[in-house]
């Protein structure tokens, strides 16, 4: 039986296509709409995570300038290089280009990049010069890209070191006054809304987000010129000296503004990483000395202060005297000894039998007036408060050692604050690295008892002084030496400290100034022969270049040079006990301990 095939029906085709197309295009907008209207906010972040992005915009950190408007740490721009490690896998044949462009061995950044194969940002190099930046840029390596950013640069290099510190790669402040004002030299980094081409190119710029605030600028106290005087002529005097280490600092008496302070030995901020770190610290505010006779002037002045008449006539002989079961000495007899040449001659016998003459409390009293035994609050990071026992502990043997500077500890911050104090008719002014930062003064003692005190202390520089190598053509300058030995080991080595500290002029007194020097192994020794020479350098050039007037006129207009050196003055410590050859003279030290003034 034949079949018959069946009529070609086209409408029905049609139809049926038409209805299955139709319903394609149902599902497509329906798919459509989900997208733009029910899921449009997803989509649309996916879509921007392919290719809007938000970059930061970098800030530069605030410029720290000198008293005088100097920059002393400044922000330079400049580019760091860095990589999808995602992306730049995809083209590793051209690591070994990469690695060329930047400087770094291939394997190093073969490794590095494998290590990292699941992130999308690491830094390559940081920091580099902005051409070098460009220059990688340019071989078109995909998944290398660079940013702005800045870098801390100092112009004066060491000789501001110490006090500025240093700021760590991401322009965060590590030490010093970098440290101590991070948050306001520190600017807010600024965003913008971009959008990126497939090759992580900006081709648009579509919102700013937020803008940059670049940090705030600081004013410091220091002048340049004369930390560049105090620097060169420390370091001088270890050199000559064979020294370990120093310190110096110079305050401007009537304000507390710190105009120098410099350390030996530095290290150059720039290239700190080739630096040994123990150079970092500022010792004139971290490290404490046993300061020997500079603290002979704050017992006579307690002496004074506690009804001693100030015309006394102190008996030193024999030049030497039991302090309990310890015996102390000086250089050589002095004999009977008024109370400006106590100073000058530095008798620790004379100094010893005032602060017994006196209590405990008293004594403690008047060197905390002066700021010994607290921090000085200056605000720099790591600031020692110095050790001044509490009067309740001390003994007999403890009050005389005190009167001549031993048993007690200072930062040289500390000391030139108390002489500032002095010259400062008694005002004690807290020390600022600020320009114009003071701070409420403490009254310490009457006005007319540091200006007495003054005046005794320029017998100290003067023919028969043991500082006489501190004086200065055409102006008054008082001071006071100091040497003593160093602790080690719960006792004290054969290593001494060399201090000198002073103000001049005397009659309207602009500086004080300290110096101190460690382990001097040249043949001198003495805070008179090591330390009194730099004050002396400093201040001249200090009084010429801030065009200080002289106040000895006499002198200036004779021409003459201060008083010659004529011989060696001075006192030395030797404490010993009655029927033993050591012992301590409080916990910690060693009975030879040895204190010595003199030229």
């Not at 306001?184 to 700013?208: F, H, M, S, Y």
């Not at 002095?334 to 100073?343: E, F, I, Q, R, Y």
Request: proline residues 6%; neutral net charge.
């Amino acid at each position: 039986m034949k079949v018959r095939a069946r009529p070609y029906n086209f409408r029905l085709r049609l139809t049926i296509l038409t209805a299955v197309l139709g319903c394609c295009g149902v599902v497509l907008v329906g798919r459509a709409a989900q997208m733009q209207l029910l899921n449009r906010d997803f989509y649309q972040h996916q879509g921007d995570q392919r290719f809007l992005r938000e970059v930061p915009i970098a800030t530069s950190r605030g410029m720290i300038t000198d008293r005088n408007g100097e920059p002393l740490a400044v922000s330079t721009p400049v580019e760091s290089v860095w990589a999808n490690p995602k992306e730049l896998l995809q083209h590793a044949d051209r690591l070994p280009e990469l690695a060329d462009a930047l400087g770094i061995p291939r394997e190093v950044l073969t490794q590095s990049i494998a290590q990292r194969a699941d992130k999308e940002f690491v830094f390559l190099r940081r920091r580099i010069n902005p051409d070098d930046a460009e220059a990688v840029l340019k071989r078109g390596i995909p998944g290398v890209y660079a940013q702005r950013e800045f870098r801390r640069f100092y112009p004066h290099g060491e000789v501001m070191a110490h006090v500025l510190g240093f700021t760590n790669i991401d322009d965060h402040g590590q030490e010093g006054l970098e440290l101590a004002f991070d948050s306001w030299l520190t600017g807010k980094p600024g965003a913008q809304r971009v959008i990126r081409d497939r090759r992580g190119r900006i081709v648009e710029n579509v919102d700013l987000i937020r803008a940059a605030e670049p940090g705030k600028d600081i004013t410091l106290s220091i002048d340049r010129r004369i930390q560049y005087l105090a620097y060169r002529e420390l370091k001088t005097a270890l050199l000559e000296n064979g020294a370990a280490s120093g310190s110096a600092v110079i305050v401007d008496v009537s304000t507390g503004e710190i105009l120098a302070m410099v350390n030996q030995p530095a290290f150059n901020p720039n290239a700190r990483e080739a630096a040994d770190p123990g150079t970092h610290r500022n010792r004139a505010v971290t490290d404490v000395v046993e300061p020997g006779s500079v603290i002979k002037p704050y017992t006579v002045v307690a002496a004074l202060e506690d009804g001693v008449d100030p015309n006394i006539i102190v008996q030193t002989s024999p030049g030497w005297m039991m302090l309990g079961k310890y015996r102390i000495s000086d250089v050589h007899d002095h004999g009977a000894v008024d109370l400006t040449h106590l100073l000058s001659e530095s008798s620790n016998i004379g100094a010893a039998k005032l602060g017994l003459n006196m209590t405990s409390e008293h004594l403690y009293d008047v060197l905390r007036r002066f700021g010994y035994g607290d921090s000085t609050h200056s605000g720099f990071p790591g600031e020692s408060a110095g050790v001044l026992a509490p009067p309740q502990t001390w003994g007999m043997v403890k009050r005389g050692s005190i009167s001549y500077g031993m048993g007690l500890s200072v930062t040289p911050l500390q000391l030139a604050q108390a002489y500032a104090t002095l010259a400062n008719g008694g005002k004690r002014m807290p020390p600022t690295f600020l320009k114009g930062g003071q701070g409420e003064p403490i009254q310490a003692v009457t006005p007319k008892l540091a200006h007495d005190m003054l005046h005794m202390l320029e017998g100290v520089t003067q023919d028969g002084g043991t500082a006489q190598k501190a004086a200065i053509l055409g102006y008054h300058v008082a001071g006071k030496t100091g040497t003593a030995r160093t602790a080690s080991g719960g006792g004290y080595s054969r290593k001494y400290v060399s201090v000198f500290a002073g103000v001049v002029p005397i009659d309207h007194p602009k500086f004080a100034m300290v110096v101190v020097i460690n382990n001097p192994s040249g043949k001198s020794y003495y805070g008179g022969l090591v330390s009194a020479p730099v004050f002396h350098n400093v201040m001249e050039g200090a009084l010429r270049l801030m065009d200080v007037p002289p106040d000895n006129i006499a002198q200036w207009t004779a021409g003459a040079a201060p008083g010659a050196l004529s011989r060696a003055g001075g006192a030395t410590i030797a404490l010993q006990p009655a029927h033993a050859a050591a012992a301590a003279l409080a916990p910690g030290a060693d009975a030879d301990a040895e204190e010595s003034d003199g030229l």
